[in-house]
Nanobody, 122 residues
Framework: QVTLVESGGGLVQAGGSLRLSCAVS????????IAWFRQAPGKEREFVTA????????YYADSVKGRFTISRDSAKNTVYLQMNSLKPEDTAVYYC???????????????WGQGTQVTVSS
């Protein structure tokens, strides 16, 4: 079993920045991908970004390219999401997820955190 715990959400004005953290624990050796998804009220959960633990490759949704950055601290088993130039449309609950393969859809990821709220005011 793998446990994921998000933190760092909050309220920020448009144009501001926020850094989210995802602490990973448990049996992680078969989980080679860590991803961030987000879900706004009444909307489907959408892919934001992901990284491969094997290759350290990173992938971003077009909507966040150039604004968001995913990184990790292997010693702390923590993945970060640096969010810059935030827009009101970024408002959502942000979730981290772990899986054996890196994909951009939510279904294949078996492990999820509880989410952290990000609210961007206009």
């Amino acid at each position: 079993q793998v446990t994921l715990v998000e933190s760092g959400g909050g309220l920020v004005q448009a144009g501001g920045s926020l850094r989210l953290s995802c602490a990973v624990s448990g049996r992680t050796f078969n989980n080679h991908a860590i991803a961030w998804f987000r879900q706004a009220p009444g909307k489907e959960r959408e892919f934001v970004t992901a990284t491969s633990w094997r290759t350290e490759a990173t992938y971003y949704a077009d909507s966040v390219k150039g604004r968001f950055t995913i990184s990790r601290d292997s010693a702390k088993n923590t993945v970060y999401l640096q969010m810059n130039s935030l827009k009101p449309e970024d408002t959502a609950v942000y979730y981290c997820a772990a899986g054996s393969v890196l994909v951009t859809t939510a279904g294949p990821y078996p492990y999820w955190g509880q989410g952290t709220q990000v609210t961007v005011s206009s």
